[in-house]
Nanobody, 118 residues
């Protein structure tokens, strides 16, 4: 199983970015996909996640600004980030909890850097 993340970059405060994460490989069922971030010197934190039921969770710091959604194929998740702030600067990593035919496990994609600066 692989998670391929893309869409990071540099943007000015108030700008927008869209992150994508696609899961591929031996996947029977995906229970949850989400995004975490880690800023320098800080612990990794949940940004947003979406469950197979469609339920979403967001960190309080991003509510109203970020939106997580699934792609049509349901193996892809997007994070639309609007009104970005300097404090959103971090490495964002995609996570998926899925059943690969053997066990339910958490998988991680490579991180993608998001930098918000004027």
């Amino acid at each position: 199983v692989q998670l391929q993340a893309s869409g990071g970059g540099s943007v000015q405060p108030g700008g927008s970015l869209r992150l994508s994460c696609a899961a591929s490989g031996s996947i029977i069922s995906i229970y949850m996909m989400g995004w975490y971030r880690q800023a320098p010197g800080k612990q990794r934190e949940l940004v947003a996640r979406i469950f197979s039921s469609g339920v979403t969770n967001y960190a309080d710091s991003v509510k109203g600004r970020f939106t997580i959604s699934e792609g049509a194929a349901r193996n892809t998740v997007y994070l639309q980030m609007n009104s970005l702030k300097p404090k959103d600067t971090a490495v964002y990593s995609c996570n998926a909890r899925l059943y690969d035919g053997v066990r339910v496990s958490d998988y991680w994609g490579q991180g993608t850097q998001v930098t918000v600066s004027s």
